[in-house]
């Protein structure tokens, strides 16, 4: 009881995406504090300069008395001297520094410069420190979104070939669907011939494209970069690279002689899966070879039909076949293989038969 009680008071396990968005958040933080320094530095550089360089000073201007009197004393003489004399506020007279040297013109001039450019230096870094804060703040944000999960949305991100343009009343024909299976190249020549009217047009062709890969396929196509995809050879080469096993899938001639006529399918069956994978041998077979071939792989009552027919061409080979196969249904031509395997059943019979009891 005392253990439980002390695991229903333990703390859960941390969370270590909550650790990662906190180190973040924390990095952003430290940026955010060096931006502030250096502005404070630099305003602290702009006050410093004001005062060990002040441009000028303002002196009031003193009344001055006539020659022939101290400076200082009113002048009692003039029309009426019991008039009083309005006081103005003394005037203030800007009274600028000058060196009276060149040198130091021009040492002033190239400080004024120089502190200009260390001023416009500084205001580039300010700006790019808040360039890249705004851009992690926001990606901070869309990471709390969930946004990220999808990556990039824009729409210059979301067209995948955003120069193509669709041909006035264009109407895409109906493109064939590869599902990752069966042989790339093949995909290639289907989809060109559907869109043989615009052969010249790269920028549509790679435009369409994707509309003729489902599921998996279409997932993938979605994730390379299309900005490498500039005309139709890019894209085919990708495309044959990435499916380039399905063309591992090649049969030779040692596979289409090792086959046979199993029990529960037609001859006609037969012929048209022995076909499929002849199709399939590289170097391509002549016409005579699979005739030669396909006959070597029959058994009787095919064989000894058949066997003089190797001048002709394929499609007749079936077509004789299927005839024989109705001849034997039909009882018009003996079924050697039934008849074989009686013999064997009824040979298996007498050994046991004979078989001597100890």
Same mark, same amino acid.
């Given at each position: %009881?005392?253990?439980?009680?002390?695991?229903?008071? &333990?703390?859960?396990?941390?969370?270590?995406?909550?650790?990662?968005?906190?180190?973040?958040?924390?990095?952003?933080?430290?940026?955010?504090?060096?931006?502030?320094?250096? $502005?404070?530095?630099?305003?602290?550089?702009?006050?410093?300069?004001?005062?060990?360089?002040?441009?000028?000073?303002?002196?009031?201007?003193?009344? =001055? &008395?006539?020659?022939?009197?101290?400076?200082?004393?009113? #002048?009692?003489?003039?029309?009426?001297?019991?008039?009083? *004399?309005?006081?103005?506020?003394?005037?203030?007279?800007?009274?600028?520094?000058?060196?009276? =040297?060149?040198?130091?013109?021009?040492?002033?001039?190239?400080?004024?410069?120089?502190? @200009?450019?260390?001023?416009?230096?500084?205001?580039?870094?300010? !700006?790019?420190?808040?360039?890249?804060?705004?851009?992690?703040?926001?990606?901070?944000?869309?990471?709390?979104?969930?946004?990220?999960?999808? @990556?990039?949305?824009?729409?210059?991100?979301?067209?995948?070939?955003? @120069?193509?343009?669709?041909?006035?009343?264009?109407?895409?024909?109906?493109?064939?669907?590869?599902? @990752?299976?069966?042989?790339?190249? !093949?995909?290639?020549?289907?989809?060109?011939?559907?869109?043989?009217?615009?052969?010249?047009?790269?920028?549509?062709?790679?435009?369409?494209?994707?509309?003729?890969?489902?599921?998996? &396929?279409?997932?993938?196509?979605?994730?390379?970069?299309?900005?490498?995809?500039?005309?139709?050879?890019?894209?085919?080469?990708?495309?044959?690279?990435?499916?380039?096993?399905?063309?591992?899938?090649? !049969?030779?001639?040692?596979?289409?002689?090792? %086959?046979?006529?199993?029990?529960?399918?037609?001859?006609?069956?037969?012929?048209?899966?022995?076909?499929?994978?002849?199709?399939?041998?590289?170097?391509?077979?002549?016409?005579?070879?699979?005739?030669?071939?396909? *006959?070597?792989?029959?058994?009787?009552?095919?064989?000894?039909?058949?066997?003089?027919?190797?001048?002709? #061409?394929? &499609?007749?080979?079936?077509? *004789?076949?299927?005839?024989?196969?109705?001849? *034997?249904?039909?009882?018009?031509?003996?079924?050697?293989?039934?008849?074989?395997? %009686? $013999?064997?059943?009824?040979?298996?019979?007498?050994?046991?038969?004979?078989?001597?009891?100890?």
């Amino acid at each position: %009881m005392e253990s439980a009680g002390n695991n229903s008071s &333990a703390p859960p396990p941390p969370n270590m995406t909550e650790y990662a968005s906190v180190t973040e958040l924390n990095q952003v933080n430290e940026k955010l504090d060096r931006l502030t320094q250096m $502005f404070m530095n630099f305003m602290q550089n702009q006050n410093q300069s004001n005062q060990d360089h002040p441009n000028y000073i303002l002196v009031p201007d003193q009344p =001055q &008395a006539p020659p022939d009197q101290p400076q200082g004393q009113a #002048n009692p003489t003039g029309p009426s001297s019991s008039t009083n *004399i309005r006081s103005h506020p003394p005037k203030q007279t800007v009274i600028f520094h000058t060196s009276g =040297q060149q040198e130091d013109d021009n040492y002033e001039e190239e400080e004024w410069r120089s502190k @200009g450019k260390q001023k416009a230096d500084m205001s580039n870094q300010i !700006a790019q420190l808040k360039s890249e804060l705004r851009s992690e703040l926001r990606s901070e944000v869309r990471q709390l979104k969930g946004v990220d999960t999808y @990556g990039k949305i824009d729409l210059e991100d979301l067209c995948l070939h955003p @120069g193509s343009k669709m041909p006035p009343k264009f109407k895409c024909p109906e493109l064939s669907k590869y599902n @990752g299976k069966g042989c790339p190249l !093949a995909h290639l020549k289907l989809y060109i011939g559907s869109l043989s009217d615009f052969i010249d047009n790269e920028s549509l062709l790679l435009q369409l494209f994707q509309r003729s890969l489902p599921k998996e &396929a279409l997932d993938w196509y979605s994730t390379i970069d299309h900005t490498k995809l500039k005309v139709w050879r890019d894209l085919a080469e990708v495309f044959l690279d990435h499916f380039r096993f399905n063309t591992t899938d090649v !049969a030779n001639r040692m596979d289409v002689q090792r %086959m046979y006529k199993k029990s529960t399918e037609t001859f006609k069956q037969y012929a048209h899966r022995w076909r499929g994978v002849a199709a399939r041998v590289k170097p391509p077979m002549t016409e005579t070879e699979m005739v030669s071939t396909f *006959i070597s792989t029959l058994k009787q009552p095919y064989y000894g039909y058949l066997l003089g027919y190797y001048a002709l #061409n394929f &499609a007749t080979i079936v077509h *004789i076949g299927d005839g024989i196969d109705d001849g *034997i249904k039909t009882g018009k031509l003996a079924d050697y293989e039934y008849l074989h395997n %009686m $013999f064997e059943q009824q040979t298996a019979a007498n050994a046991t038969t004979k078989r001597p009891v100890n």
